[in-house]
């Protein structure tokens, strides 16, 4: 009886808890939007973007209406990797302003109502970071702060330890000749891991967590979680045959030892408890992990409220069908676990932009898909104005990503195509920056492509994105019935239905030639809607009714009925 009374007791609790959290999640159903900090707005005219620059331009984002915005690196660095090899963790590098600016920064979103979200990149630091030299030295506790291994003798040769590669090619293993042993680095070899299975370094991170919190952050977005920790054995990693990769490319390895393993899961376990005992408001938290489905489910168990779904990036493409989209949009749906929220990646720093990955006259088209179904959108910034890569020559390339794939190969890997300087205007640099060098160089569409040309159009990509992160908030969005149909070869169509009475309909058709389709038959839609909004490109007008049951659709054009 007693036992009985207990677990009622605790099931109600539960309950009651869980319902306070979600009343409490202020990004549900609302677009989050990605800054890199090097190339939205140079405040200082150095030619690299910064946070007064940022802050100079926080009108725009409340313009476009997102909820939050999330900042890539912004921390003490050396570079190597643009942010991503941190030398302090709470510190602000002297590229991008100081710790007084982070706070305007932040005090001007809050009187915008918007919040601001960091990176956190637990996985590595800067071997320029003072615990480096420290763990070289072997002074305790950064002894263990990072993963070192003696050397493997072949045959009086030295070599690593093992057979791991690092993401920027060729071993992941460098040799360091004062403790004369092989430290890890899964990125380049200025970015030593960090060694989680030490308490001390557990707890330096958390501490880096609370810090944050109280300067006012209302989240972290984690950088590559999967490689958070490594399998202690140290074992080679089995080789896929036939990739056809030179034997530098981490392609070629099976990553069983160096990602997803379990202890990465109790570990955000542990950020969230510390999230969750800050104060202010419930803290967002997005994980980045490309990753399989199942595994990438398994982060909402332990903490994550957006572990990014890419399936616009590494599983859809433009030579995909309807079917294929339909397919993959509904398994990812049926696999969100109770009371979660599904998330939608348009694009982002390491992913060519989403108007060059499908073509430009489709830029529209994931945006829309990412607005009418029901979660998160998460937004690059450049996507809201149609940016697409701008192609760069060798002699141009900075990314390590390119630079270390050599002059043969840096554009398959080079991700500078889509970091380029945020077309503001038609001035000088875009208007990004008061010095017409830029540390990339600005697309030269920037005359005609800029937010300033688009702002007031409603049939713009601008026009379109902010009516479509407006549809987000609709409750439409957040508990009408969803259903995804593929109307003849070409047409998919997403149906959202809130009780009898309203409906809305994205059609999108695939084909590069005009379609007319019996919508309402198909869809079983109303035969009368009106166009709320239509990608760029379609001719389609806003506000104008359609007759569902002979809808015209032109080539590779995009459409929301209400
Ligand atoms: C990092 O920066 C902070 C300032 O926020 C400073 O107090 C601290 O000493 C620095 N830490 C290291 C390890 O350099
Ligand atoms: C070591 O040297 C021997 C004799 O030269 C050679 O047969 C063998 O293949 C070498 N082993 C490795 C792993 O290189
Ligand atoms: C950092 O990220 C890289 C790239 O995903 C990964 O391979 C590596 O294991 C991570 N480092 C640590 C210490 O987890
Ligand atoms: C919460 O705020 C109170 C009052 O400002 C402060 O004393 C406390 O340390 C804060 N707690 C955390 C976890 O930040
Ligand atoms: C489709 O994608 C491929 C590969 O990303 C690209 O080369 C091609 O230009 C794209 N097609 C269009 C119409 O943009
Ligand atoms: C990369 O450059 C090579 C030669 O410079 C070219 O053949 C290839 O099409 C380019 N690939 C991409 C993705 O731009």
Known sequence: ????????????????????????????????????????????????????????????????????????????????????????????????????????????????????VLDFVPNHSSDKHAWFPKSVQKIKPYDEYYIWKDAKMVNGTRKPPNNWLSAFQGSAWTWNDQRKQYYLHQFAAGQPDLNYRSTALQEEMKNVLRFWTNRGVDGIRIDTIPNLIEDSRFLDEPKIPNTGLPDTDPGTLQHIYTADQDETYDILKSWRQVLDSSNGTRKIILTEAWTSLSLTMKYYNYGSNVPFNFMFINQLNNQSSPLDFKRIIDRYLNSIPQGQQPNWVVGNHDSH????????????????????????????????????????????????????AGPGRYNVTSRDPERTPFQWDSTTSAGFSTNPKTWLPVHPNYKTL????????????????????????????????????????????????????????????????????DASAWLNIPTSMSVLVASVGSKIAPGIRVNTAALNLPAAASVILK
């Open 1 to 116: 009886m007693l036992r009985r009374t207990l677990l009622v007791l605790f099931l109600c609790t539960l309950s009651e808890y869980t319902l306070a959290q979600n009343a409490d999640e202020w990004w549900r159903d609302t677009f989050v939007y990605q800054v890199y900090p090097r190339s939205f707005k140079d405040g200082n005219g150095d030619g690299v973007g910064d946070l007064n620059g940022i802050t100079s331009k926080l009108e725009h984002l409340a313009d476009l209406g997102i909820s939050a915005l999330w900042l890539s690196p912004i921390y003490t660095s050396p570079m190597v990797d643009f942010g991503y090899d941190i030398a302090n963790f709470t510190n602000i590098d002297s590229i991008f302003g100081t710790l007084d600016d982070f706070s305007r920064l932040v005090a001007k979103a809050k009187t915008l109502k918007l919040k601001v």
């Open 353 to 404: 932009r989403a108007g060059s990955r499908y073509g430009e006259q489709r830029a529209d088209q994931i945006p829309m898909i990412a607005a009418v179904l029901p979660g998160v959108g998460v937004l690059y910034n450049g996507d809201e104005i149609g940016m697409i890569d701008r192609p760069l020559s060798w002699a141009e390339t900075v990314d390590p990503a390119g630079c270390n």
């Open 450 to 517: 800029n937010l300033a040309a688009q702002k007031s159009s409603p049939t713009s990509h601008y026009g379109i994105t902010k009516q479509l992160v407006a549809l987000k908030k609709d409750p439409i969005i957040r508990t009408g019935s969803t259903q995804l149909i593929v109307a003849g070869e070409n047409v998919l169509g997403i149906v959202r239905r809130l009780d009898q009475s309203r409906t809305i309909a994205l059609l999108i058709n695939f084909a590069n030639k005009p379609i007319t389709i």
